[in-house]
């Protein structure tokens, strides 16, 4: 490890089968903590390469627990987290909006480590147990249109890195590798990113693979369509910028959509919402995110028509119906 802390601290990068090799190593346990906390930090202070995303992602899919759902007619919503604004869990409830509409969501998930409240947090809160037996993934998926991947049950790296992280609190490369190395691998996924760089980078790897994709990244900083501001977002069709006002918006405060101070705040807010008692504003950003995931499934919907497929679940409680089917499992 001092050799490969010395060729960071030289402002040298990594091949992909340098990166690849180095999470393995980091995966198996061989490097102390320490030195697991400098690597993890000096990333902090510098840009990820394309190669090295690339082979960090490749390590950990290697060596993930695969999960065989029956189908790959799948999509995850998930954010790489660690854009410090703390909002409550819209992608995971725009989760649920999705599978209550009628398609097939594998939901990848980890505890929050820079916000409060990441989805598995919310999720273990509110009683679900979290689970690697795919038997009960897919009676999950048959009954609720979604099942819930709790990242460390399927990543020896994650489960080896994941009390440096939370000791650390700030994002890491890690909050970069989550929406990549879902093991259901599904053919669908809409992306959240913290920045427009990291947004390259990833439509870059997403661009070599035969998935249908949506990168998004509000412009304020969000990743996830805030209704804050316009977000841009990279498809197979192109980069864009999409307007708020021309979707049929008006600009909310950012207070607006702040999440809880507990896991309890969070959890209320959840329930709020998949229960018809949210605010006009948590009720539209959740069914935006929702619509963006449709259309990445059927881009020959319009906005407008996923739209509508998202808040009629909402509204009618099929978000609801299968959020409590995928308890019950």
Do not use: W
């Not at 990333?43 to 992602?57: A, K, Q």
């Not at 020896?156 to 190395?181: D, H, Q, Y």
Request: aromatic share 10%; glycine share 8%; net charge negative.
């Amino acid at each position: 490890m001092k050799a490969i802390l010395n060729h960071l601290f030289e402002h040298k990068t990594f091949t992909h089968s340098e990166s690849k090799q180095i999470l393995t190593d980091l995966a198996l346990g061989k490097y102390n903590n320490s030195q697991m906390a400098a690597f993890m930090t000096a990333y902090c202070m510098r840009s990820i390469t394309v190669n090295e995303l690339e082979g960090f992602r490749d390590a950990m899919l290697e060596l993930c627990l695969n999960v065989d759902l029956g189908t790959n007619d799948l999509i995850d919503l998930c954010g790489t987290g660690g854009d410090g604004k703390d909002t409550f869990n819209i992608s995971t409830l725009a989760s649920f909006v999705v599978a209550g509409a009628g398609y097939k969501v594998a939901k990848h998930g980890n505890y929050g480590v820079s916000s409060g409240c990441g989805s598995s947090n919310v999720m273990e809160f509110l009683g679900y147990q979290f689970t690697n037996d795919t038997g009960k993934l897919k009676t999950s998926m048959d009954k609720a249109n979604i099942c819930f991947l709790h990242a460390p049950l399927f990543h020896p790296a994650m489960k080896t890195v994941a009390p440096i992280r939370r000791e650390l609190g700030v994002k890491t490369f890690f909050n970069m590798l989550g929406p990549l190395v879902n093991p259901a691998k599904p053919e669908n996924q809409l992306v959240g990113v913290f920045n427009l760089e990291l947004a390259r980078v990833y439509a870059y790897l997403y661009q070599k693979s035969d998935k249908k994709y949506t990168i998004l990244n509000a412009l304020d900083g969000y990743d996830e369509v805030s209704l804050t501001c316009d977000f841009k977002t990279f498809s197979a069709a192109g980069e864009q910028i999409n307007s708020i006002e021309d979707l049929g918006f008006d600009k909310l405060n950012p207070a607006e959509i702040t999440g809880g101070h507990t896991v309890k705040d969070s959890a209320d807010i959840f329930m709020s919402v998949l229960n018809g008692e949210a605010t006009a504003a948590q009720n539209n950003v959740v069914s935006c995110n929702a619509a963006l995931a449709i259309k990445t499934i059927d881009d020959r919907k319009s906005f407008a028509d996923c739209f509508y497929e998202a808040e009629d679940a909402l509204h009618s409680k099929k978000a609801l119906f299968s959020f409590k089917n995928l308890l019950q499992n």
